[in-house]
């Protein structure tokens, strides 16, 4: 247990230095850049109690200061801007065809039916329309048109 103690007490430079190695095999296991920040903490302790011979409570604390700032800085650098695609609708497949002319292929009774979309067979709600007959799209909620007749 003394053993163990004074290796977790005496938390000396090359043991962080360990750590930063630990955290960077880590990284590189396990998908994800989670252990990549507190890696390069670890670093910057080992450098700087090389350096300045810090206590281990100031180690300790150092380690903590520079993981959040390092996960704070990251985040705020690669933080994904909302911006305006090209094609907004480009993964939302139904939206696409807003506004589209299509042949109704099952009769809409009760709200529901089907239509035919180029070479694909849609589920449609809408008004009661008989086969055939021809239907507006005027929107899509996940994988079901909303039609009106045209």
């Known amino acids: 247990?003394?053993?163990v103690r004074d290796f977790l007490?005496?938390?000396g430079p090359w043991n962080w230095f360990i750590l930063s190695v630990l955290l960077f095999v880590m990284e590189t296991i396990i998908p994800g850049v989670h252990f990549?920040?507190?890696?390069?903490?670890a670093t910057c302790v080992?450098?700087?109690?090389?350096?300045?011979g810090f206590s281990w409570e100031w180690q300790v604390i150092a380690f903590g200061l520079i993981?959040?700032?390092t996960v704070f800085v990251i985040n705020r650098m690669f933080k994904s801007e909302e911006s305006e695609s090209e094609q907004p609708?480009?993964?939302?497949?139904g939206q696409q065809y807003i506004g589209r002319t299509v042949?109704?292929?099952q009769a809409i009774s009760s709200g529901r039916g089907k239509v035919k979309v180029g070479d694909t067979i849609w589920t449609a709600e809408g008004p009661d329309l008989p086969s055939g007959a021809r239907a507006r799209i005027t929107g899509a909620r996940g994988t079901i048109l909303l039609v009106e007749a045209a």
């Open 9 to 11: 007490f005496g938390l």
């Open 36 to 41: 990549l920040w507190f890696g390069i903490a």
């Open 89 to 93: 609708d480009l993964n939302l497949r």
């Open 67 to 69: 993981s959040m700032s």
């Open 46 to 52: 080992g450098i700087l109690g090389l350096a300045t």
């Open 103 to 105: 042949v109704v292929e």
């Open 1 to 3: 247990m003394q053993a």
